[in-house]
């Protein structure tokens, strides 16, 4: 029997690349999920230009899982509906993608909750396996497979991820229904492992590549991998991006992706300028992921952004320890002033009370 596979429109979408931003979670003061904004949300991402969101992701929080919150179908049904509502009014695809976590009982329920759901693919986090093998993660990943088409996922180690070697990425790259593979290790030789275990398993144009690199995320868009494979040439592109960082200043990171597609496309060479734009882009990364203190306030500094936009009423977090840490705010401060062109907010003030509707 065929493994699921997204509609062809869906499908032809992934495959030329598009913006994903992870879509955060609006919270009350109480800490219950703020459905006004939460739907404002994704409407901001869907008006912005983005071609799909990612929902039950490490930017909505992994704690959406725990009993006491109960909040991943919740979430995952408010983001279905909404997107669908705008994929209505804007006449235009826009990709479901939604998180799958857990060992194989949890990730199966979660997968077909999401099949059921109109979700189009699962980006698979591995980060409950710690200790499997490649065997192991292997069975885990095709056990999925059978549920929903699936995106693979590089998650840092710095939040929670392993270490995947290349070995795993080409035997998981040989699963027919694997359409994309986010890469977000924030190192360039575990995303080089990536690329080359999806080359070596002659899947190269199949499967589509998106950064996770918040870090390095121009760059990534902009290269072109080249590998030998038995006497072939194989080139390969990064198409898209899946990332937290694109969860604020969105309408920008639409504008910036367009223009790093037209570049890579001409094959021209890259403007000095862009590759200057690239080293704010990740000095901005670095302020609202809070890479000074090891990542501690990352979804807390893209809240922060989004509080300041009127997107969100406020930065909480499900975990009441997970906020900015000392120094983050001013730190936010600084790249807002450094790089307003970064910024997105006159978008954001003229359609705000739409979205908020």
Request: aromatic content about 8%; proline content about 5%; overall charge negative.
């Amino acid at each position: 029997m065929a493994k699921p596979m997204p509609p062809d429109d869906v499908l032809d979408l992934i495959r030329r690349g598009t913006v994903i931003p992870a879509h955060p979670l609006a919270l009350t003061a109480e800490r219950k999920l703020d459905e006004h904004h939460q739907r404002a949300l994704t409407r901001y991402y869907c008006a912005a230009g983005a071609g799909g969101v990612a929902v039950g992701v490490h930017t909505t929080q992994f704690e959406i899982r725990q009993p006491e919150h109960g909040l991943f179908r919740p979430v995952i049904e408010l983001a279905g509906e909404t997107v669908d509502e705008c994929v209505k009014s804007m006449r235009r695809r826009i990709i479901k993608v939604g998180g799958v976590c857990g060992k194989t009982p949890q990730a199966l329920e979660e997968a077909s909750f999401l099949a059921g759901s109109g979700y189009h693919v699962g980006l698979v986090s591995l980060a409950a396996l710690a200790d499997a093998t490649v065997d192991e993660l292997i069975d885990h990943c095709r056990a999925v497979a059978e549920a929903i088409p699936i995106m693979g996922f590089y998650l840092q180690p710095a939040v929670g991820g392993r270490m995947l070697p290349a070995e795993f990425w080409r035997r998981f790259a040989e699963i027919e229904n694997v359409v994309a593979i986010k890469m977000a290790p924030f190192n360039r030789y575990q995303t080089l492992d990536v690329v080359r275990g999806v080359a070596e398993a002659g899947r190269a144009g199949e499967i589509a590549l998106y950064t996770g690199n918040d870090d390095n995320i121009v760059v990534d868009l902009l290269s072109t991998y080249r590998f030998n494979v038995d006497g072939r040439r194989v080139r390969q592109r990064i198409v898209g991006g899946l990332l937290g960082h694109w969860a604020c200043w969105t309408r920008h990171a639409v504008h910036l992706f367009e223009e790093c597609q037209h570049i890579a496309a001409a094959g021209e060479g890259v403007p000095p300028g862009l590759l200057t734009r690239a080293i704010e882009v990740t000095d901005s990364n670095a302020a609202f992921f809070d890479v000074a203190n090891g990542f501690a306030g990352c979804i807390a500094g893209i809240h922060e952004v989004l509080v300041r936009q009127g997107l969100m009423a406020g930065a909480w977090c499900l975990n009441p320890n997970e906020v900015l840490s000392p120094g983050q705010k001013e730190e936010i401060d600084r790249v807002y002033e450094a790089y307003p062109h970064l910024s997105d907010d006159a978008f954001v003030a003229k359609h705000l009370d739409d979205w908020l509707k």
